[in-house]
């Protein structure tokens, strides 16, 4: 979802950009409950900056949700910005689905073994 050439060349989010995905539902129970229609689940992705310099832009996007996926950088581990946020889920009453992204590159770039890895994400 970043589109803006400094986010493309940096590799970060500078810019809350959304995207609308459409599901129709394949659960036979569901199927079955609605003479096998299949019901379309219309979900939309916002993309928000981590760093701090742009919570603005997060605190914003908050609005408009009504759950979360908080994507955690195991490499850079949780920074007082993914303190805050969790705070301000957790007085908005937000569901949140915690993602652990980038684990390949504790193995790759960090050269850790799996039992050292494990211990970073703790």
Known sequence: ??????????YITVKSSTVSLCHLSQSAKLQ????QLKIPFLIHLFDSPGHCDFSQEV?????????CLLLID???????QTVQI???????????????????RLIDELLLSP????????
Do not use: A, H, M, W
């Open 1 to 10: 979802l970043d589109f803006l050439p400094i986010e493309q060349e940096r």
């Open 86 to 104: 969790i705070e301000q889920l957790r007085v908005l009453n937000l569901q949140v689905v915690l993602v652990l992204n980038k684990l390949d």
């Open 74 to 80: 195991l490499v850079e581990g949780i920074s007082s």
């Open 115 to 122: 039992i050292e890895g494990f211990y970073k994400i703790l």
């Open 59 to 67: 605190l914003t996007s908050f609005s408009l949700c009504d759950g």
């Open 32 to 35: 079955k409950q609605f003479n």
